[in-house]
């Protein structure tokens, strides 16, 4: 079946301007997660969604980031009024239900690549 | 505080020998689970293997094994039968049931595997 999808796959922006990247996760998967990955570094966590529940936000570096996520599809991270370092992989994951039990793997997408000029 | 530390420098493996990849963590929490993903040049995230910390047996996938010391906080990744596919870097995670399901990862190890 499809994957975690991501897109754009790439997005070059000014400094200042705001963006949108958008993640499709893998059909039932209630849990959906947003990570950033600097150059040459390990995943840091942004932000989690789970079916209604309020979403865990305490991984968001600043008031510039929000995310929405529209019942248990489709989800949109925003950054708004980038810096330069934003600049990173903004990488999406889904599991199934967020119970973290052994079957609770995060399935990754491709991830976007975000550069700030 | 780092939970996962990989602190191996980027490693040269011949194809069809093994390798063994080191991962130690921290936690205070008896139940957590442990990931190992795999990241080729090409950017996506692969899972690869999972140990829960009250699995009796270490975990096994095909040619992945995880060489599991609870007593130690290691969970080492080996990779047996080294293929030229395997080149990539290696991460990996800790999920923590207090800490909503999120993945804490460490920074990776470089592993090329060479003909």
Redesign the interface.
Known sequence: GAGVSQSPSNKVTEKGKDVELRCDPISGHTALYWYRQRLGQGLEFLIYFQGNSAPDKSGLPSDRFSAERTGESVSTLTIQRTQQEDSAVYLCASSLDGAGGATDTQYFGPGTRLTVL | AQK?TQTQPGMFVQEKEAVTLDCTYDTSDPSY?L?W?KQPS??????LI?Q?SYDQQNATEGRYSLNFQKARKSANLVISASQLGDSAMY?C?M?E?YG?????????NQVVVIP
Not at chain 2, 42 to 47: A, D, H, L, N, Y
Not at chain 2, 100 to 108: D, I, S, T, V
């Open positions: 996962i689970g990931f993903y090409s950017g996506e995230m692969i899972f999972y829960g991460f995670a999920r049931p909503n399901n999120r993945l804490a990862f460490g920074k990776g």
